[in-house]
């Protein structure tokens, strides 16, 4: 196995999330959501489908149901049939149905705001409960997925050889007052401007502080 570089060091760390401060103060998830819960189900639903796809099946879905019961009260066959649009929907359809349930019996209806309790529900991974408690509660969690993933070793300010050591490696090396927003610029950042095949790098704004020996022209 090769071996990973260093993190990038403290003073090119500032500055790298420093710029993105400055471009975008407060970024954002790009799932729509009103609530904890609509926020939970949104992202259980993402795995294998793109936010705009999740956004397009969620919106009259959100509509009719934003909580445990509504969802209930919707069902398993005209949820399934409401998120057919999505890879892998009739068992995301089954985990929604059954979390909905756990969140009712266990909760109050309520969305935990733990990782413990909110991994303990079907269809919720790390990076599903790292969003959700980022995203509602403001806790530094980061949610690493292959944007992040990307990114983070691209850039070398968390090189990581899987998802869970470059989780660590962003809450180590990422300077306190970026923790809370890093895992929104990194993923925006994936997305956007680090694309995998082709990234953009004569538009990103750390270009200049990114070792990347293969930079596009």
């Not at 057919?84 to 009712?104: P, Y």
């Not at 956007?192 to 990347?212: F, G, M, N, S, W």
Request: proline share 7%; net charge positive.
């Amino acid at each position: 196995m090769a071996r990973l570089p260093a993190p990038l060091p403290y003073a090119a760390q500032m500055a790298v999330f420093e710029r993105f401060a400055a471009a975008q103060p407060q970024p954002l998830t790009e799932l729509v959501y009103t609530n904890a819960f609509t926020l939970l189900v949104a992202v259980a639903l993402s795995a294998q489908s793109t936010d705009a796809g999740v956004n397009r099946a969620t919106g009259p879905l959100f509509a009719r149901a934003d909580t445990p019961a509504a969802m209930l009260a919707i069902g398993e066959a005209e949820l399934t049939e409401a998120i057919r649009t999505l890879g892998l929907f009739r068992q995301k359809a089954r985990n929604v149905i059954r979390l909905s349930e756990i969140l009712i019996e266990r909760y109050g209806g309520e969305v935990p705001s733990s990782r413990a309790a909110l991994t303990s529900l079907p269809g919720v991974g790390r990076k599903t409960a790292n969003v959700v408690l980022n995203c509602i509660w403001g806790l530094p969690a980061q949610a690493v997925d292959t944007h992040i993933f990307r990114v983070a070793n691209r850039t070398q300010l968390a090189p990581g050889a899987d998802v869970e050591a470059a989780e660590r490696a962003i809450e180590d090396n990422v300077p306190a007052f970026a923790q809370t927003r890093a895992h929104h610029w990194l993923i925006l950042h994936g997305r956007h401007i680090c694309q995998a095949r082709r990234p953009r790098c004569p538009d990103c704004l750390i270009a200049d502080l990114c070792p990347y020996p293969e930079k596009t022209l």
